[in-house]
C-alpha cells in the first residue's frame, strides 16, 4: 500500500523521491459532491506551505486548495482540466483524481504530515 500523508487542510500527498504528488482526500471530496471544475496553479510556479494554489468548484460550493508542501510546481492533472473528467476527482480521489506535482524545497516537510491512521484519528475528533 502506497504511504500517503495527509495535512489537516484535508490534502494528501504521495511523495515519489524529491516530488510528491497532491490531491484531496476521499473524506473531503464526499462533502464537497460532485466536482465540476478545477482551477490549476501554473507549472513552475513556487509556492509556500499553506498557500492556496488552486480551487476546486462542485455543485456545492468551491473550495480553496492549499499546498502541504513547500516547492515548485511541476505537473498538473490536465486530464481533469476537461469538465467530464473533474469526476474523476469524485471515483477515485486518491489515484487518477490527483490535481498537481510539486518539487519540494523542503523534502522534511513530507515527515510533518498526518500518517493516514493519524489523519483517521483527526477525522474522528472532528
Known amino acids: ?3 500517503y500523508r495527509y495535512s489537516k487542510d484535508h490534502t494528501w500527498v504521495l511523495r515519489r ?4 504528488r497532491v490531491g484531496i482526500s476521499d473524506f ?8 465540476s471544475f478545477v482551477e490549476f496553479p501554473e507549472v513552475g510556479r513556487r509556492v509556500d506551505r499553506g498557500e492556496a494554489v488552486c ?3 462542485s455543485l456545492k460550493s468551491t473550495s480553496e486548495i492549499y499546498t502541504p508542501v513547500s516547492g515548485t510546481i511541476v505537473e498538473i492533472n490536465s486530464k481533469l482540466g476537461e469538465e ?3 469526476t474523476l476527482i ?6 487518477e483524481g490527483w490535481l498537481f506535482t510539486i518539487e519540494m524545497q523542503e523534502p522534511g516537510q513530507f515527515d510533518d504530515l498526518l500518517t493516514s491512521t493519524e489523519y483517521q484519528r483527526y ?4
Open 123 to 126: 477525522l474522528q475528533e472532528g
Open 1 to 3: 500500500m502506497a504511504d
Open 55 to 57: 480551487s476546486i468548484d
Open 90 to 95: 469524485n471515483s477515485d480521489p486518491l489515484g
Open 84 to 86: 467530464e473528467f473533474c
Open 17 to 20: 523521491g524529491e516530488r510528491a
Open 28 to 35: 473531503v471530496q464526499s462533502e464537497l459532491g460532485e466536482i
